[in-house]
């Protein structure tokens, strides 16, 4: 019943928000430091009065997406690993599974919340810098 289309419409669709931990991950893949990496393939936005370093766009798509391939697979955010398992349906989307059944989506919503909390408690910047 799963099966992704390779469409890409999520990788055009929306802002992909990156954990320190994932930019921990995906800067180690692209072989540069975190901080080149936060610099030049992400810039920080406010979703609900939160900071939240997302990936950049580049015409109106993910800026690792390439022939509607992504460039960072392996080591590709949650939101993306995970979709379309949160929030609401998604008609765009050729996958046919419910939503809400994927174990991973609970684990990754906990850590949003986690991420959340220590924003509050410390900030963006040093939270990002405390994972070095
Ligand atoms: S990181 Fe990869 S899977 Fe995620 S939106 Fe960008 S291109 Fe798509
Ligand atoms: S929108 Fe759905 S079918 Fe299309 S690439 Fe994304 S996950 Fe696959």
């Known amino acids: 019943m ?6 890409a419409k999520c990788c055009k669709r929306y802002r992909i928000t990156i954990l320190p931990e994932e930019a921990e991950k995906i800067s180690a893949f692209l072989n540069i430091p975190k ?3 936060l610099e030049k393939f992400c810039e920080i936005k406010e979703i609900n009065k939160i900071p939240f370093y997302v990936l950049r766009k580049i ?7 390439d022939n509607n391939k992504c460039k ?7 939101q993306c690993k995970i979709f379309p398992n949160l ?4 008609p ?3 996958i046919q599974k419910e939503i809400f059944t994927d174990p991973l989506a609970y684990i990754v919503w906990e850590k949003y919340k986690e ?4 924003v509050r408690e410390i900030g963006i910047n040093a939270l990002f810098q405390s994972q070095c």
């Open 2 to 7: 799963e099966e992704c289309f390779s469409c």
């Open 92 to 94: 765009f989307c050729k």
């Open 59 to 65: 015409h109106n798509q993910c800026i690792f997406l």
């Open 72 to 78: 960072i697979y392996p080591v590709r955010p949650y």
């Open 35 to 37: 901080e080149k990496f």
């Open 87 to 90: 929030g609401s349906k998604f």
């Open 115 to 118: 991420y959340v909390k220590k």
